[in-house]
């Protein structure tokens, strides 16, 4: 009896102690997250001045982007899809015509020095360089997602895929390509309702 | 008090001695700012569950002690991961489940069983920082060769801009050779040590 | 029959693609220890593979509905890893009973799946993989099932292939250094390098 008396305080003490923790925490995590996500709204969308909430009420939740004067630039979401290794999730910007203007991976898990080079930023300076007080220049952005800029649902297949790769690329480009056209079915389908 | 503390250290290092704790050692050694990352959290979780389950100790019956253990060290784990996300997220988006399999890490309960649940307070701490320590030193150094072999780089900054890095050091297989050729030398160096003893 | 295509790809990859042992680095622990033998690296692979599975459909049930309904999926650590732990008891139940002379065979290795670095993994992995923001996948039941079974499985074929090896290495001079466990992880290392072959 005193066995289970024992093991049940200590399960009930560990859960209060975590939902202390929980509570502290998840608010912090929460904003994160949506910062991150803000983030990689601009990171798709590189024009948009401002963006809108995310709007909901769709199969596909989106974000809509505008200019200074509030005209619609284009439009965000988000598409997954299985990659070689792990589930890969993309930020996708396309323009009213469906030209993707910009697309940020948000998580990967591929083979480090093979498939996570879909996030691989060209090194703009070395350690000798840091320790001898030189400036290094911020580095870019990934060559790997700068390529899909300008590109529709077709010349989108002209990507350089990874040597040794193949299958993340084709993943990446897979997801870019369904989702844009699952997309545009949503935004078409919607628009004869509305008029 | 100092003993209990070097122990962990050198004598019993969990690594490369007793050999503990091995699965996120050679999954998470890929970059020096993993494997502290990983660290400092194994030496949060193994101070705090050594500090506790020494503290309770006497109230523990033997029977489910190591349930009681378990959920004491699940319980440290799920806080670490809750502030690694909420703190220092890219820490958390690199280690990634490994965070979790902290809890099954056999350094931690291993310490427990052998030493936290028999000792007082004071010693149960020391011995938890000594062999945090003591992982923490054999982390980095085996994410230090496989990130500079790897990646050409440290704690993410480049030695050179044209080093093709050697790619298996950085999968499975280079944990594996790596710590394979320290754990020989390491012993090379024991052998030379007894041998020296004798004389 | 598109599920049954993706069952198949699921049940290869986990075994060849993705193997715990040779690509994910987990499970090590109980690995070393049990290889040197092939006939307690078959009695652990057999046991391995039945707690992974009874795991995967236990977790699976209790996240999907216990967990994510009442909005405390942060406990999933300390709840994954009871289940386990019970799991692992009835094991040793059932075999003390059924086969006494497997399970002196297998001594101390046989809660030491408990801690296998593997098994929570494979529950965790469950876990992110076939559920999603939204809650499960379509088909996640089976497919962290037939997960749960190829990883037992890939785990079985790492033991066998390592015992194999570590038993005729018996009969070879290997430098005193490297003998037992640097030679057993350099090879694992060898044997990992091989299984990128199915990159």
């Not at chain 2, 004491?72 to 988006?93: C, D, G, S, W, Y």
């Not at chain 3, 799991?87 to 408990?114: D, F, N």
């Amino acid at each position: 009896m005193r066995l289970i008396v024992v093991l049940a305080s200590v399960c009930i003490a560990a859960a209060l102690l975590l939902g202390v923790t929980y509570s502290l925490t998840s608010g912090r995590i929460q904003l994160q997250e949506q910062q991150a996500e803000k983030a990689a709204v601009l990171c798709a969308l590189p024009v948009a001045e401002k963006i809108s909430a995310q709007i909901t009420d769709k199969p596909i939740p989106y974000y809509e982007g505008y200019d200074a004067s509030g005209g619609v630039v284009g439009y965000a979401f988000t598409g997954s899809g299985k990659g070689y290794s792990s589930t890969i999730k993309i930020m996708i910007g396309v323009d009213e015509d469906m030209t993707i203007q910009g697309i940020k991976i948000l998580s990967q898990q591929e083979t480090p020095g093979l498939g996570d080079k879909v996030d691989e930023v060209k090194s703009t300076g070395t350690l000798w360089d840091l320790l001898r007080g030189k400036k290094i220049p911020p580095a870019g952005r990934p060559w790997f997602q700068e390529q899909f800029a300008g590109k529709n649902t077709e010349t989108v297949n002209e990507i350089t895929f990874i040597t040794g790769a193949t299958i993340t690329s084709k993943a990446v480009l897979d997801i870019v390509k369904s989702t844009i056209e699952e997309f545009r079915d949503q935004l078409t389908g919607r628009e004869p309702a509305t008029g | 008090m100092k003993k209990t503390f070097t122990n962990g250290i050198i004598r019993e290092n969990p690594i490369f001695v007793i050999m503990l704790g091995l699965c996120p050692t050679l999954a998470v050694s890929t970059s020096l700012f993993n494997a502290v990352g990983m660290a400092a959290a194994v030496i949060f979780v193994l101070v705090f569950s050594n500090l506790v389950i020494s503290l309770m100790r006497k109230f523990i019956p033997d029977k489910v002690r190591i349930p009681c253990f378990i959920v004491i060290i699940a319980t440290f784990v799920t806080i670490t991961e809750l502030f690694m996300h909420a703190f220092v997220p890219q820490l958390f988006e690199s280690l990634g489940m490994f965070v979790s399999l902290i809890v099954v890490n056999c350094i931690i309960l291993g310490r427990a069983e052998v030493f936290a649940s028999k000792n007082k307070v004071s010693l149960a701490v020391m011995d938890g920082l000594g062999m945090g320590l003591g992982f923490t030193l054999g982390i980095a150094v085996i994410a230090l060769i496989r990130e500079i072999l790897g990646s050409g780089s440290i704690w993410g900054f480049k030695l050179s801009l044209t080093y093709k890095p050697l790619l298996i050091a950085i999968l499975p297989a280079g944990a594996f050779l790596t710590i394979g050729f320290l754990i020989g030398l390491i012993n090379i160096q024991k052998a030379r040590m007894q041998r020296a003893g004798r004389k | 029959m598109a599920l049954s295509r993706e069952l198949i790809t699921i049940f290869l990859a986990v075994i060849f693609v993705n193997n715990f042992v040779f690509m994910r680095s987990l499970g090590l622990c109980p690995y070393l220890g049990v290889s040197r033998h092939s006939s307690s690296a078959v009695g652990m692979g057999l046991a391995v593979i039945f707690v992974m599975t009874l795991s995967s459909v236990a977790t699976w049930m209790v996240y999907r509905h216990v967990l994510i309904p009442l909005h405390i999926e942060y406990l999933y650590i300390i709840v994954f890893i009871l289940i386990i732990a019970t799991l692992v008891q009835l094991v040793e139940m059932v075999m003390e009973k059924t086969s006494p002379g497997l399970y002196r065979a297998l001594g101390i290795y046989l809660p030491l799946i408990t801690t296998n670095c593997a098994v929570l993994g494979i529950a965790v992995l469950n876990m992110n993989t076939f559920f999603n923001a939204q809650g499960p996948v379509p088909g996640s039941f089976i497919k962290c099932l037939v997960n749960g079974i190829g990883c037992g499985v890939g785990f079985f074929v790492a033991l066998l292939l390592m015992s194999g090896i570590r038993e005729r290495l018996e009969f070879c001079e290997v430098p005193e250094s490297l003998k037992d466990i640097p030679i057993a992880f350099i090879i694992a290392g060898l044997i990992a390098i091989a299984f990128m072959g199915f990159l």
